[in-house]
């Protein structure tokens, strides 16, 4: 097989056709593809936004909270 059609994902192991429908563009690289298979690409960052939001979401909670302590302190906010 001519191993310049195919290019092994680093990541899957799969062997995929050489082109920029399964391997996103990279022009620091020799071959001009990334190392890694579109599909792992986007593997990889949708766990890294699914992190990212949970830090956002923890963030949120704790400053709730501390807003939440803060008007029970002050009887002015909390009255109706
Ligand atoms: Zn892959």
Known sequence: MDLN???TCRQ???ELPRDVS???IAPDNKDGLRTKCRQCVRDEEKARYDAD???V????RERY???AAMFSTMPHYTAA
Not at 57 to 60: C, F, G
């Open 22 to 24: 399964h391997f996103y």
């Open 65 to 67: 909270r501390e807003r």
């Open 5 to 7: 059609l195919t290019k």
């Open 57 to 60: 979401l923890q963030r949120k």
């Open 53 to 55: 939001s949970e830090r």
């Open 12 to 14: 899957c192991r799969r």
